[in-house]
Nanobody
């Protein structure tokens, strides 16, 4: 059974950095494209980034492009989201999610939730002003 576990969240000041991890078990990461989403209190879940299973294709929402970097280490079955120059508006619960697309350059459109069947439990990121 596929499981995803996020970690690395925390409280940082404006301008700080965090690296989120998404540890995958039950399925080899080579079979999965991975998306990162976030949800702020009272707001809808927002797509942040995606990386294809072969790492060739990456996508970012405009608000994080140039500040966040998505990556993956298939040998460790773990995906990452490096977040820099953090802003208070980046605050929220961050989720990783998996889409089955083996050895592929496919990455769902940013914000599309329905292609992802499996989700982690989320990790809280709080950026203080």
């Amino acid at each position: 059974q596929l499981q995803l576990v996020e970690s690395g969240g925390g409280l940082v000041p404006t301008g700080g950095s965090l690296r989120l991890s998404c540890a995958v078990s039950g399925v080899t990461l080579d079979y999965l494209s991975i998306g990162w989403f976030r949800q702020a209190p009272g707001k809808e879940r927002e797509g942040v980034s995606c990386i294809s299973s072969n790492s060739i294709n990456t996508k970012y929402v405009d608000s994080v492009r140039g500040r966040f970097t998505i990556s993956r280490d298939n040998a460790k079955n773990t995906a990452y989201l490096q977040m820099s120059s953090l802003k208070p508006e980046d605050t929220g619960v961050y989720y990783c999610a998996a889409h089955y697309a083996p050895f592929s350059a496919f990455c769902p459109e940013i914000g599309a939730i329905h292609p992802y069947r499996d989700w982690g439990q989320g990790t809280q990121v709080t950026v203080s002003s």
